[in-house]
């Protein structure tokens, strides 16, 4: 059973870039074709995705955040990351890393989410 | 504001039976794309509970179930238990976003 956890500094000055990681347990990263992907829901408002590494490294973003995301992948530690930089307080947000499972070769679902990490952007 | 629409909550009495729609459009769920669903228990990490339109992963009780017709989906809790309780969010492909897209969530509260 594969478990994701994310990892945050909490708290970004805005104009700095948000960095986060999330650790996979239970599976390796390269082993299989999953879309390690980085979704958020800042508050009082709905589930947004921001984009996703394929386990080829081939990465695919939100148009909407295009410009100032990049996500990687550390193969030696298991792990996924997600920077986004000039970060503001439109940033701020619970940020989820989760594996997406190809779906019959129409996109994916969303099978196991980390617990979500609270990122606040504020000097 | 969140492509896909869900009503904002819900309600039954234990027993009940209770339905979520996510009405979406021509360039998501109308054009093809499948329709999946996620249950958030409080304080807790999302979790799959219907992909491609109706399908159940493995441990999910078969008290849920989903549909999808035209440009909307529907998720069915039948028997409703108070464990249900929690938000619930579809989610679909949208091709002119070029963007996976969630509904907007939908609070079911056991009465």
């Known amino acids: 059973q594969v478990q994701l956890q994310e990892s945050s500094p909490g708290l970004v000055k805005p104009s700095q870039t948000l960095s986060l990681t999330c650790t996979v347990s239970?599976?390796?990263?390269?082993?299989?074709?999953?879309?390690w992907s980085w979704i958020r829901q800042p508050a009082g408002k709905g589930l947004e995705w921001i984009g996703h590494?394929?386990?080829?490294?081939?990465?695919n973003y939100n148009p909407s955040l295009k410009s100032r995301v990049t996500i990687s992948v550390d193969t030696s530690k298991n792990q996924f990351s997600l920077k986004l930089s000039s970060a503001t307080a439109a940033d701020a947000a619970v940020y989820y890393c989760?594996?997406?499972?190809?779906?019959w070769g129409r996109g994916y679902y969303f099978d196991s989410w980390g617990q979500g990490a609270l990122v606040t952007v504020s000097s | 504001q969140s492509v896909l629409t869900q009503p904002p909550s819900v309600s039954g009495a234990p027993g009940q039976r209770v339905t979520i729609s996510c009405t979406g459009s021509?360039?998501?769920?109308?054009?093809?794309?499948?329709v999946h669903w996620y249950q958030r228990l409080p304080g807790t990490a999302p979790k799959l509970l219907i992909y491609?339109?109706?399908n159940r992963p493995s441990g999910v009780p078969d008290r849920f179930s989903g549909s999808k017709s035209g440009t909307s989906a529907s998720l069915a809790i039948t028997g409703l238990q108070a464990e249900d309780e929690a938000d619930y969010y579809c989610?679909?492909?949208?091709?002119?976003?070029?963007?996976?897209?969630f509904g907007s969530g939908t609070e079911v509260t056991v009465l």
């Open positions: 989760a594996r997406g499972a190809p779906n």
């Open positions: 989610q679909s492909y949208d091709s002119s976003l070029s963007a996976y897209v």
């Open positions: 590494i394929y386990t080829s490294g081939n990465t």
């Open positions: 021509s360039s998501n769920i109308g054009a093809g794309y499948d």
């Open positions: 491609r339109n109706s």
């Open positions: 239970g599976g390796s990263i390269i082993s299989t074709n999953y879309y």
